[in-house]
């Protein structure tokens, strides 16, 4: 039996007969909200059907908490400009566009303007604009629009369209399988030995694995979603066992949020149908705005059933020279001078100077995969 999405039910706020006035007032998306747009009305964001009024907004930047009372950590808001902020003020609805083509609307509820500085310190713990989500804030508009959305375009693909599984769908997939137990792993990066060692370690005791990259909006420097993909497919052909595994698209966006966004990865993955996620040193983290653990310690903020999800706290992993093994600090009793380890910073770099990765870091056929990106 799986676990229940959070609030209880699956939204569906997808629909393809859709009458509009092209004279309409519009909104224009920019990539975050048209993703948002799209896990509003799929059921990712379960049980959100609407960029946040203002109560939900402020009792998720203050509390952690919809109006409700359920939790819910990040905002998911729908900016505009003062201009259009103003002419939204005599219309109940607006259709929603980007790029020129009509992708929802939404029912308007709350037209309100939130602090921004308030909302990054308490969500982003910072108001330095060198954070990625803190810039991304506070150069959106400063206005925000809540109100009930619908979908009737499905967004640009960046990889497959048949990766792009729906809450609904995974669950089926699962169903079908016979899985109950299922871990799911969030990523935003190409999969490396430590990768593998943690999602190896927690299929040990789990009926399947559900490999659920991120490929919506990232920071400039991340690697392209569709390069990403072809590393996972290639890792997953090779290495693991091809019954235990689903393969799926997360058309949400990053937004570096570091502890407040493991919660809301859990949460999401919870609405997808899995009862266990891996949540490993710097979860969602960027830069060192946050402690290497934070993410797990804000767990213990929430009643144990209040996520519903089961959380796998793992330490840094690292290749042992001396084990010959992938290992943690539980394991190996050898000092920092045999231990493997490398961030994705470091390796982008490596990759862009075309300097040697061992093999022990990452498996050969994802270098090569990555090498060809940076050599175009």
Request: charged fraction near 25%; charge should be neutral; hydrophobic fraction near 35%.
């Amino acid at each position: 039996m799986l676990l229940l999405p959070h609030g209880g039910s699956l939204i569906n706020r997808q629909f393809s007969n859709f009458d509009y006035n092209e004279n309409q007032i519009k909104i224009e998306l920019d990539p975050i909200s048209l993703s948002d747009l799209e896990c509003l009305s799929n059921g990712a964001f379960s049980p959100l059907d609407s960029f946040m009024n203002k109560a939900d907004y402020e009792g998720v930047v203050h509390n952690m908490r919809l109006s409700s009372g359920l939790p819910w950590s990040v905002p998911i808001t729908l900016p505009v400009t003062d201009e259009k902020a103003r002419q939204l003020i005599k219309h109940q609805e607006a259709l929603l566009i980007y790029e020129n083509k009509i992708y929802g609307k939404i029912e308007i509820t709350d037209i309100y303007k939130p602090d921004k500085l308030i909302e990054v310190r308490k969500v982003y713990r910072t108001v330095d604009q060198t954070h990625p989500g803190v810039q991304n804030v506070m150069n959106r508009g400063s206005w925000y629009v809540g109100g009930r959305v619908t979908l009737v375009n499905k967004p640009p693909r960046k990889v497959g369209s048949p990766y792009y599984l729906d809450p609904q769908e995974t669950r089926e997939q699962f169903t079908k399988s016979g899985w109950e137990k299922i871990v799911g792993f969030q990523t935003r990066n190409p999969i490396h030995r430590a990768h593998e060692y943690l999602q190896k370690t927690a299929l040990e005791q789990m009926d399947g694995l559900l490999l659920h990259p991120l490929v919506g909006e990232t920071k400039q420097d991340d690697i392209p979603a569709e390069v990403r993909m072809e590393s996972y497919e290639t890792l997953l052909q090779h290495y693991y066992p091809k019954n235990r595994v689903l393969l799926s698209a997360f058309p949400g966006s990053m937004r570096y949020a570091g502890p407040r966004e493991a919660i809301f990865h859990s949460i999401i993955r919870k609405n997808y149908g899995c009862s266990h996620i891996i949540i490993g040193r710097d979860h969602a983290g960027v830069g060192g705005f946050y402690g290497p653990y934070d993410a797990q310690h804000i767990f213990a903020e929430f009643e144990k059933d209040e996520i519903g999800i089961t959380p796998i706290f793992f330490e840094n992993s690292f290749y042992c020279t001396k084990c010959g093994t992938m290992a943690t600090i539980k394991t190996c009793p050898h000092d920092e001078k045999g231990r493997l380890t490398f961030s994705g910073t470091r390796v982008r770099e490596m990759l862009k100077n075309n300097e040697p990765i061992p093999t022990d870091f990452s498996r050969s056929e994802v270098i090569s995969i990555l090498r060809d990106y940076y050599a175009k």
